[in-house]
């Protein structure tokens, strides 16, 4: 019970950090002189770079959840992008929001290749170790 109540503090407390980051993003954005397109194309960047980060913080800890909800956040940042974002952003923006996008996910690509867990070796493969061991 301790581990569910756990892993349920844990999504509650990094969702509301998302939200709180997403609207520190959007006001920054927005006193900078950013205007719609530039609050998108900011938040698409900040939770697609979240994404990222909760894949390989589920590679490196082996946490299968993780790495799912990481993943989870990438399609629906990606679904963003191209149902919301690409109807109502300017040419430039859309360029801009696409390269973000791409980027972080050849990232995301190259680090789940990297650092995805390894099966553990089959029961033929342990004989065949122990085998070459024990002849040394």
Same mark, same amino acid.
């Given at each position: 019970?301790?581990? =569910?109540?756990?892993?349920?503090?844990?999504?509650? %407390?990094?969702? %509301?950090?998302?939200?709180?980051?997403?609207?520190?993003?959007?006001?920054?954005?927005?006193?900078? %002189?950013?205007? @719609? !397109?530039?609050?998108?194309?900011?938040? !698409?960047?900040?939770?697609?770079?979240?994404?990222?980060?909760?894949?390989?913080? %589920?590679?490196?800890?082996?946490?299968?959840?993780?790495?799912?909800?990481? *993943?989870? *956040?990438?399609?629906?940042?990606?679904?963003?992008?191209?149902?919301? !974002?690409?109807?109502?952003?300017?040419?430039?923006?859309?360029?801009?929001?696409?390269?973000?996008?791409?980027?972080?996910? *050849?990232?995301?690509? =190259?680090?789940? =290749?990297? *650092?995805? @867990?390894?099966? @553990? @070796?089959?029961?033929?493969?342990?004989?065949?170790?122990?085998?070459?061991?024990?002849?040394?």
């Amino acid at each position: 019970m301790l581990e =569910g109540l756990r892993a349920w503090l844990a999504v509650t %407390g990094g969702s %509301g950090a998302l939200v709180a980051a997403s609207g520190l993003t959007a006001a920054l954005v927005t006193a900078a %002189g950013g205007g @719609p !397109d530039a609050v998108a194309v900011a938040l !698409d960047a900040l939770w697609a770079g979240t994404a990222i980060g909760l894949v390989a913080a %589920g590679l490196l800890r082996r946490a299968v959840a993780l790495r799912i909800a990481g *993943l989870a *956040l990438l399609g629906a940042v990606a679904f963003k992008v191209a149902v919301i !974002d690409l109807a109502e952003v300017e040419t430039a923006g859309r360029v801009v929001a696409w390269a973000v996008l791409g980027a972080l996910l *050849l990232v995301g690509a =190259g680090l789940y =290749g990297r *650092l995805r @867990p390894v099966a @553990p @070796p089959t029961a033929q493969e342990m004989e065949a170790l122990e085998r070459e061991v024990l002849e040394r």
